[in-house]
């Protein structure tokens, strides 16, 4: 069965650096997803990408996180500069058509700021 | 008012029992409704998803959804350990993000 998978699965980093977590989508999708979710608590809309670009993000989402499809099959989610807050699971999803079919999701990047 | 309540739980019932899940929801223009299921520092994993009001069944599973009360269901029949895990439920409107609850987290004693 077809599914998301993402790397690394646990990256401990530094306040203030820079990290990329990487996911690869389902073959024939052509929406993919970062949502996060922060331990104990709700899982979390990031944003939406189609058609190599963002279609919305959340309030979240703001500069210091970008996301990039660089080349046909990676997805990429990049924090510049991590804070503590921004330790948290998250999660990469993809879907074949809008928000509005199902979404697929992969086992997380647990990212931890000291 | 938030957008999806879940009660968080836990909720433990004995094992060949019927486990009931729910969540309400505020906003009318939610279309499609599904039910994921997490276990502990794992991806969520698509159980059940409906479109619009109704039942929809798939084995010892049962969604509904309920557009007047604003209100869906997952029934899960013959409980088995191994369905100890969080159940999460998740709304959207066409082409639009995916809101979810919080989360139920549910144990099924042997």
């Known amino acids: 069965e077809p599914e998301v998978t993402q790397t690394p699965s646990h990256q401990v980093t530094q306040m203030g650096q820079e990290v990329i977590l990487r996911c690869v989508p389902i073959s024939n999708h052509l929406y993919f997803y970062w949502y996060r979710q922060i331990l104990g608590q709700k899982v979390e809309f990031l944003v939406s990408?189609?058609?190599?670009?963002?279609?919305?993000k959340s309030e979240i989402f703001d500069d210091q996180f970008s996301v990039e499809r660089p080349d046909g099959s990676n997805f990429t989610l990049k924090i510049r500069s991590t804070k503590l807050e921004d330790s948290a699971m998250y999660f990469c999803a993809s879907s074949e058509v809008g928000s509005g079919n199902t979404i697929y999701f992969g086992e997380g990047s647990w990212l931890t700021v000291v | 008012q938030k957008e999806v309540e879940q009660d968080p739980g836990p909720l433990s019932v004995p094992e060949g029992a019927i486990v009931s899940l729910n969540c309400t929801y505020s906003?009318?223009?939610?279309?499609?409704f599904m039910w994921y299921r997490q276990y502990s520092r794992k991806g969520p994993e698509l159980l059940m998803y409906?479109?619009?009001?109704g039942n929809k069944e798939d084995g010892r599973f049962t969604a509904q959804v309920d557009k007047s009360s604003k209100y869906i269901s997952l029934f899960i029949r013959d409980s088995q350990p191994s369905d100890s895990a969080t159940y999460l439920c998740?709304?959207?409107?066409?082409?639009?993000?995916?809101?979810f609850g919080k989360g139920t987290r549910l144990h099924i004693l042997p």
């Open positions: 409906t479109y619009s009001s």
């Open positions: 998740a709304m959207t409107r066409r082409d639009d993000k995916i809101i």
């Open positions: 990408f189609y058609n190599n670009e963002i279609s919305e």
């Open positions: 906003n009318s223009a939610f279309q499609y």
